[in-house]
């Protein structure tokens, strides 16, 4: 029995992962599952050594550009770009975030703010319900860590 990868499409899969396309997209191209692919590697020390070369291929083609930059600055913000969005995790800026307790002493603050500028006790008293309301009616994040990226 022929294997579903030969030679040609094995090195088709390596060609386009080499060049920051997805597994997806090389399982697309010859004709393949992702599955397939996986499998395959599992089965074929070989192809998996080379499916994890070229995983890392991009990511040192692009580093390698940023460091050149100095001497070719045409291409650089085009790797800049890849590696951002790419490899997310590693070069995306992160937005500035609050902590629980940051949130937590900065209504704090506003309700103290608050009991300061109005006089009136059942005027503070609503707006500080309508505060803790408010606070507490925020949709629960999906991730269960004390630091929201």
Known sequence: MQPTLDEAKRKAICAI???????????????CAERTIRNTAARDPAFRRALKQTDVSPEITFLKTLFNAASDAKHWQAAKWALQHIYPERYARRP???????????LSQMIQSIDKAIPDEKTRAA???KIRILAGAAPPSKRKRRHVR
């Open 17 to 31: 992962l080499s060049v920051g396309g997805t597994r997806r997209m090389a399982a697309r191209f010859v004709g």
């Open 127 to 129: 707006i500080r319900r």
């Open 96 to 106: 500035q975030t609050f902590t629980i307790d940051q949130t937590k002493e900065l």
